[in-house]
Each structure stands twice: as structure tokens, then as C-alpha cells.
């Protein structure tokens, strides 16, 4: 054995090196070295002849799924309260939840289950919201690590509008955050720390403006919601009557593209603001089980991606209610079918080629060179076993990768790579 | 053993005796005799004291479902072709899959598989279209009646506008009707024929003239599509231009009401067509995944609801994807949220307990005294387990049952009744 390791990996590989264009090699070869993708082969060149080759027949091999917003103890909630909008449903269901972390016992089963979910659906990487508690946050990324999953994840800051169980102070918020940075910045090495304000209703001008010069100073990035529902729009306008509209609060306090940034939802955007994404190359998590689960509506993401905004797709547990990544693919395919039909202008429905890249690719762009298996990038994977899913016809690797995503499910899946390194099932 | 059957079941009883009114009997029975429902109960009476009690401890007990329109030849193509719409779909993918059931070994092999994936869903009732082979249709009644499901299935017939390897003549295609009747009306004891003129667009007037006798004559119920998409109702408008709107052609015939009459879709309908079907009492059958996949519209189901029109929930294999009757209650929740986001004054969106009384009782009530738990019911059933969904917090059934809904599968229903008889997997 060489001092890095090389393997290759046999099967039908399936990625979309562009947005829409799906990469298909049919009984072809992934070659990784030390984590990362070489090549791509339909043979395997001379120089290899001599490599351990791992071989899955008849299998697919996929990019792992990236989901860039997830409410980790929301997870327990999933499928509650569905009959509310937000600001609602956040007082009954989500605010109560979250008070409970303050308890470690709670949250360590709890975030197990968590971490248990997301390795069976495939999701190799992902960003997530905790709480506004330090030490629970460190545990769920500590058990991320001991998974062998891939994250960012960010402890929650508010010092305003918030219910008295999970009200900060804003010295406070901002004095734990920089001890969370401190404790998690080095300590693992795929699960890394995000600066997280809830949203700007929740905080402050001076925590904003501390939570900024602490993603420049850690060099973190920071992730946060906008425009996701009218009367959020409305609330952040009357406590910013300032600013000309939501994104410019954060651009305010440089926290909108001035480290790597990723917003959930984004769906009543002004022409300025997408202008402004796009120029700041600020990330949408584009969740639409979420954004139709909480009464939300549709982001215009056709138009997003058009003019240079970057997109990533997210369950957001637990507006959204599903964690599994091939079920998002497919509420973004419909929501944005019911975009067209409203208006053709909005553009043409997403393929199914162009929601798979925003399930890998898309959202794995934030992490790096994740999501694809061009050479350089990460070997995050899926094994796809699709065999109870065929039919009495023959089938393309396209319609198949295509009927996994419609209807299969986490027993499809049978083998899980994160940076080269296969991860079995959680003990704990 | 007396002569009627009769047994007691126990769990935790959940049925919707009303429009978005849930009856939970925590802990309770159902006495079921000759396959029927006797009573629900706290405690069993003193007169039951005796009775042989099928004691499913934790789990829930909840209604059949019952999926209104589904096309079981489509079955295989689940999940392909979804980045078209209706018409192009229909040729691209639907009328080549259909005209292979010509040959009765390939519609055997496919059918069994239909019958398996409804087994295993939990639908215990459906309304299926075929395809125009009289002989497969009759095959795949056969396989429904050998698994102990319930079903009206239709022969499909089309004499117009159709490919040339589906297309009948208009003297064929009532032959083979009639012959098709003759020899299912009375063959099996849950498994009947229905009426099926596939959309107005390919029955031609003298089609649909003697598809109305004969389903007077066999005194048997009828099924077909009725505004899908914008396109098809000009189309409709095209062909007829002596009718008002589209119900009104299948109304000339007498195909609306006149038997028991289900439509899939009724998406663009005008108030006139709305009001007709609320006065002859035709079923909806509301198919969002569908309506979604094909890039059709939402259905306006609150007000349908509102004016007197009779709903249930179908999966329409294969605009729709998936079998699965939650997932199907799910997208429709989500639909009905967009609705109102787009305009509140299309009524509030549908609640998870309006949503499951569409799925069993809605629907069911086209079978006759189907969905429900009430006495006289046919005892139609599914045990639920949801230990494997069950989270750190005490649920309420309310919320177990809900959870279910939106993140259970297959792998949580682990019982099925037809009419009293519990029904196993399907073995062939």
C-alpha cells in the first residue's frame, strides 16, 4: 500500500458537472486517491492496472445528497403542526422544542437520532441550525464527527422578539458564540463551526453587527433566513424602516456574502436583493416541502439561477418535514412546474438533470469542491441499489437514477462515502 | 363459532365520521361481525365478553385507504418522462407502455406487480383504469380478487384522436364492452367492472351514446378525466362547440351522475360545471402529485368541498409517482396551502384531519358504506406501528397518527382488512 491511499470504485456513475448536464459512464471506473476523485474512466488506464477496485455490478454511483438547511432539534417535530404558518407555528411547536436543550442528556438523544436520519437518506453533507446552546451544539457536531458525516453547524443567536426560555442577552450571545468558535474552529476536521442570527427579527443591530466581526475574525461563514413568508417581509421593514429592503439588514452589517453565506428560502425578492445575491455570491437553500408545509409559497428559482445567484436544495427539518434529499428534488420539480403554470414567464419548469445538480454540485459548491465527481473534488458518494425499483422493461441509467429519485427510498441506498472514507451506520 | 363471524379488535381507534372530525377511542375496540362493523367502544360490553379480541396494543387502527383513479398499465412507468406535460407525455410515454398489454403474459407479469404495490400501501380500495384489452383487464381483476383487494376496474375505450396502435372501432369497442361486462358483473364479489371512456377528447359521440346504455343496462358506475390542463379543455371546447363547457359533453350523454360517476383532476372548471356536478353527485377524484408532475394546476378543492361536490384523494399512477395514499394527502396539504397563498379568498388551506377523512371516508363513500368505523361499516383497516417513528417526546394519537402521515411508509403498516378479511402479501 502506497503512502495515500487509492482505490477504485466500479459501477454505472452518474454526475452533473454543469447545471442540467447529466456526466454518465455505464460500467465505468471512479478512481479516488487520498479522499479525492482522480478520474473518471470507462476503462481503467494501465497505470491503474495493479489498483484494489471495489466493484458494484449493477449499482449507481452518485454524488452524496448536500442539504443547506436543516433545523437539527426540529427534527423530533417533523410532521407537527402543519396545519400553521410561521410566526405560529414557531411560538406553539418550534420555541418550546428548542428551550430543551439547555439539557445535554435531552439533546445528546436527540441529536443522535438526528445524526442516525441523515446518514440513512444519503445526506453527506449538510448546515445546520442548533440551538442558542453552546454545549448542545458542541455535542451534535461531535456526534457528526463520530458519524463521519460532513457539516457546518452554527449555534442559533437572539437577543430580541424571542420567547423568555430562549432570550440571550446580546453580550451574552456574542460572548458564547466566540467560546463555541474557539472550542470548534480546529477541532474536527469535516464538521466546522457557522455563524448563525435566527433571523433579523430576532436580532439586534449590535448583535449583527458582533456576529460579523466574528465570522471575519474566526474566517467562518454565516448562514441565516430571508424573505421566506409576506408578513416576516413586513415585521423586518417596520423594525428597519432604514433599510430599503430585507438583505440590505444584513448587507448593513456584513453579513450577506462578506464571509460565504447561505440564506433559507428566499421567496418575496425584489429585483435588488437578487441583484445583490448575486453579486455577493450569497447562497439560497431552496426548501419547498418547508416553503409549502408552513403556507410560504414558491421561490422564483429558475429566476435566481439565471441571474448568477447560486442555489442549493434543503429539507429545513422541520418546516419541511422530510429529511431525505431525493423528496425535496421532487417538491422543487413540482412547485416550480405550479410557477410556470402561473405564469410561463417565470420560466421553464426545473429538469430533473438540473434539480440533481442542485442537490449535489449546487449545494456542495459551498463546502468546496463537493458534489461532483470531476478530479479534485471530495469522493462523497451513494451506492444505488435499484433493484427493487425495476420494472418488466429495460431501463437507461438515466431513467433510473430518475426513478430512484421519484420513488425510492433509504433502502436503496447501500453504501455511503464521505471524503473517500465509506461510513457505516451509527453506534450510539 | 357462530355462524357469523365476529371478532373484537383492539387499539387505538381513529376514523373521521365527519368532514375534518376525528373520533379517537384510545385503547378501544371495534366489533366487527360478518365483515361489518358492529361498534366502536371504550370498554366492550358485557355482551361481547366472550369474544375472541385481536389485541393490537400500541399501535393504531385507522381506515382503508382509498385511492379514486389510478391507471394500473402505468404503473411501470412511475417516475419517468415527469419534465413534460399531459399531451406529449401521453405519446411519448403512456399510449407505447399501454399497447403492450395486447399480450396477456406481459399484462400478468405487470399487473402482479400493481396488485403487490397496492397491497403493500395500505390501499385496500381503488378505482383503476386499464387499458382497451378486454382480456388483460380481466386478468388484472382476477389478481386484485386473488389478493383480496377491492376494486372497480375499467376496460378503456377510445375511438378517436388516438395512436394507431391503441385505437378501436366505435362497433369494437362497445363490443368488447359489453362482452367485458357480461362476464365480470357478477364474477367476483369485491372486484367490479366500471365504465371507462377514457377523456372526451378520444370517445366520439356515438362511443360515449352507447357506453351510457350499457352502463345503465349493467346498472354499473362510470370513470373518466375531466379538466386537466388549459390545453385539453380547449381542445374539448374545439371538438364540442354546441356544449356550454366540458362536463356539459359528458353530461349530454348522460355520463355524469346518471350511474355513480367519478372524474380525475377538475381543475379548471367554471362555476356552471361546478354546480352540475354538486346537483348529480360526481365524485372528484383530487390528485395533486399528478396535477403537480404534469404541470396541470391545483384543483380548486376547498370550494368543490364547499358547494356540495363529493372528493376523494387518487394517486393517478403515473402522472402521480407515488401509490402511497399518505404522500398523496401530503402533496395535497401543500397544494391546498399554495392555493391560498396565491389568492385566502380560495378558502383555508385543508387540515390533516379534513385531508384523512378525504382519503377514507371521501372516497370510500363511492363503494357504499366504505371509510369508516361507524356501524355498518364495512370493515375496510390498517394496524399501524409507529414505534419506529416514535421520538424522545410523548405524542398525543392525534400527533402519532399525523406523524405517520407525513413520515411513515410501508414499513409502518404491519396489518390490512378488505371487508372483515384480513388480506396477506399477494404470493405470485
Known sequence: ?????????????????????????????????????????????????????????????????????????????RGLGLDKELIPWLETYTFPEESKYKDLAYAKK??????????????????????????????????????????????VNMDRNAPDILIETTEDSLRDTEEFLKETVDKYEKVKPIITPRFVPTCSPELMRGLSELARKYNVPIQSHLSENRSEVAWVKELHPECPNYASVYEQFQLFGQQPTVMAHCIYLTDEEIELMARNKVYVAHSP????????????????????????????????????????????AQVSKLKWVEDSANGDPLSTAELF??????????????????????FDALVIDDSSLADVNPRTIEE?????????????????????????????
Open 110 to 155: 436527540a441529536y443522535q437520532n438526528v445524526v442516525r436520519e441523515l446518514w440513512k437518506q444519503g445526506t453527506t453533507r449538510c448546515v445546520l441550525f442548533a440551538t442558542i446552546h453552546k454545549d448542545a451544539t458542541i455535542k451534535l457536531m461531535e456526534l457528526l464527527d463520530k458519524a463521519g458525516l460532513a457539516a457546518y453547524v452554527g449555534k
Open 1 to 77: 500500500m502506497s503512502a495515500v491511499d487509492v482505490k477504485a470504485y466500479k459501477g454505472h456513475v452518474v454526475f452533473t458537472p454543469q447545471f442540467g448536464r447529466y456526466e454518465i459512464i455505464e460500467n465505468g471506473y471512479i478512481v479516488v486517491e487520498g479522499g479525492k476523485v482522480k478520474g473518471v474512466y470507462q476503462d481503467l488506464p494501465a497505470a491503474y492496472a495493479n489498483l484494489e477496485v471495489i466493484d458494484y455490478g449493477d449499482k449507481l454511483i452518485i454524488p452524496g445528497f448536500v442539504d443547506l438547511h436543516f433545523h437539527a432539534p426540529q427534527f423530533v417535530n
Open 400 to 428: 433510473r437514477l430518475q426513478r430512484f429519485i421519484y420513488i425510492g427510498d433509504d433502502r436503496n441506498i447501500v453504501a455511503r462515502y464521505v471524503a473517500g472514507k465509506k461510513i457505516e451506520e451509527p453506534q450510539f
Open 289 to 332: 416541502h418547508s416553503n409549502n408545509n408552513l403556507s410560504s409559497g414558491i421561490s422564483p428559482i429558475r429566476k435566481l439561477i439565471k441571474a448568477g445567484v447560486p442555489v442549493g436544495l434543503a429539507s429545513d427539518i422541520s418546516g419541511g418535514h422530510d429529511v431525505s434529499i431525493p423528496s425535496v428534488m421532487v417538491a422543487a
Open 357 to 378: 445538480y442542485l442537490a449535489t454540485k449546487g449545494g456542495g459548491s459551498f463546502f468546496g469542491k463537493v458534489g461532483s465527481f470531476e478530479e479534485g473534488y471530495e
